[in-house]
């Protein structure tokens, strides 16, 4: 299984302001994505990163808030941008092979003020 | 997109005694279900899996049943323990590892 690592693992932010959060995986993955959980909430996916290419967002997620680069098979940056208190929550990437399993990072805990 | 419904949302069990966790998914196309376990304040942690070509795995006290027809799945934990307490999560996927969760369950063992 693949061991999946991310930092920072808490951060409490001023709005406007931006977080770029980063997620190492310990072995070559074909899938990494990000997802956000609100506290007591189920696993929102926010967008595939796609290595060397644009990320591929879900419905109600954009490029311009939430930037994401993936330059090798191994690592990814999910960036929260002009960060609003409605930003707050866990922010968790992951990673798996095709058709294989999903294995989780620790999650990032931001907190907006 | 898919849609996966799980219930219930919060489950409460005597120790020793079994659990049942149910959800449904809309896409026919989605071929894999995994089920995740989260405790309070840690990542999600894969449980126990299964694809659209079986109809049932165990693993020890832990079991997952899938029913194509019928477009659901479920999860049985047999002799509870107050460690299995946690928030549960079913997802579907269609092999592409996009996966939709469920909503969660949140089930407590009382001792």
């Known amino acids: 299984s693949a061991v999946i690592s991310q930092k920072p693992s808490r951060d409490i932010c001023q709005r406007g302001t931006s977080l770029t959060i980063q997620c190492q995986v310990d072995?070559?993955?074909?899938?990494m994505f990000w997802y956000r959980q609100q506290p007591g909430q189920s696993l929102t996916l926010i967008a595939t990163a796609n290595q060397g290419s644009e990320a591929t967002y879900e419905s109600g997620f954009v490029i311009d808030k939430f930037p994401i680069s993936r330059p090798n098979l191994t690592f990814s940056t999910l960036t929260v941008s002009n960060m609003s208190p409605e930003d707050s929550s866990i922010y968790l990437c992951s990673g798996g092979t095709f058709q294989e399993t999903q294995y989780f990072g620790p999650g990032t805990r931001l907190l907006v003020l | 997109g898919e849609n996966v419904e799980q219930h219930p949302s919060t489950l409460s069990v005597q120790e020793g005694d079994s659990a049942v966790i149910k959800c449904t998914y809309s896409?026919?196309?989605?071929?894999?279900f995994p089920w995740y376990k989260q405790e309070l304040g840690k990542r999600p942690q894969l449980i126990i899996d299964?694809?659209?070509?079986?109809g049932e795995k165990k693993d020890q006290r832990i079991a997952v049943t899938l029913n194509k027809t019928a477009k659901h799945f479920s999860l049985h934990i047999t002799e509870t323990q107050p460690e299995d307490s946690a928030v549960y999560f079913c997802?579907?996927?269609?092999?592409?590892?996009?996966?939709?969760f469920g909503a969660g369950t949140r089930l407590t063992v009382k001792p």
């Open positions: 896409d026919s196309a989605s071929n894999y």
């Open positions: 072995s070559q993955v074909t899938m």
């Open positions: 299964i694809r659209s070509n079986v």
């Open positions: 997802a579907a996927s269609m092999g592409n590892n996009d996966m939709r």
